[in-house]
């Protein structure tokens, strides 16, 4: 069976350009999460996603945003990018019921110039 | 606010025993979870509790002491690919939203021959 799928895997954009990754969770998978990582730190909460409902944010701006598909697949959305967003964007999908269980994808690794 | 703490780095020798402790302040728990991360890859699950006490799972254990807020994983019989950093999490009932998920800052394992 195929894990959580994100694309793309690499991405260079510049300052004030906006950005879409997507994640595809695990089959049968209900609930997405996504994080951002920096390197030498812990992943950032931003969102989590279940039923295409938002039920969880993080303490990020709203110049980043989401949404879910009704195939539970998910796309995040940076708008407006600074050289801070530079990092590593990894999805995580959980299956119902066991949400502290997370299954976390390759990631996507985002420079911003 | 939620935050965790967990040692910055730790150092051991093949098949040893090597303890990593984390302490977590948060609003509402529902649970705290290991995961390990190998440079350049994605965090793995390793080990979810909920309740207080001993999970064990081979070679590794946690431990979770929800009266002192304080939690630890256990690694036995050390070897050379436990090399990596290990996260401790939890999901509480925080954020905006009423969920929100919070990982430490990390622990880099070191395996020496």
């Known amino acids: 069976d195929a894990g959580v799928t994100q694309s793309p895997t690499h991405l260079i954009k510049t300052r004030g350009q906006h950005v879409t990754l997507r994640c595809s969770p695990i089959?049968?998978?209900?609930?997405v999460s996504w994080y951002q990582q920096v390197l030498g730190q812990g992943p950032q909460f931003i969102f989590q996603?279940?039923?295409?409902?938002?039920?969880g944010r993080g303490n990020f701006p709203d110049r980043f945003s989401a949404r879910q598909f009704p195939n539970y697949s998910s796309e995040l959305n940076v708008n407006a990018l600074l050289l801070g967003d530079s990092a590593l964007y990894l999805c995580?999908?959980?299956?119902?019921?066991?949400?502290?269980?997370?299954?976390f994808g390759a990631g996507t690794r985002l420079s911003v110039l | 606010g939620q935050s965790l703490e967990q040692p910055s780095e730790v150092t051991a020798v093949e098949g040893a025993i090597v303890q990593i402790n984390c302490t977590y302040q948060?609003?509402?728990?529902?649970?705290l979870s290991w995961y390990q991360q190998h440079d350049g890859g994605a965090p793995t699950f390793l080990s979810y509790?909920?309740?207080?006490g001993l999970e064990e799972t081979g070679r590794f254990s946690s431990f979770l002491s929800r009266s002192d807020s304080y939690g630890y994983l256990l690694l036995q019989e050390l070897q050379m690919k436990d090399s990596a950093s290990y996260f401790c999490?939890?999901?509480?009932?925080?954020?905006?939203?009423?969920?929100?998920?919070?990982f430490g800052p990390g622990t880099r394992l070191s395996v020496l021959p």
């Open positions: 509790n909920a309740l207080d």
């Open positions: 999490a939890v999901r509480d009932a925080g954020g905006n939203y009423g969920q929100n998920f919070v």
């Open positions: 948060t609003s509402g728990f529902y649970g």
């Open positions: 089959s049968g998978h209900k609930s």
């Open positions: 995580a999908s959980s299956p119902t019921g066991s949400e502290n269980i997370q299954y």
């Open positions: 996603y279940y039923e295409k409902e938002e039920r």
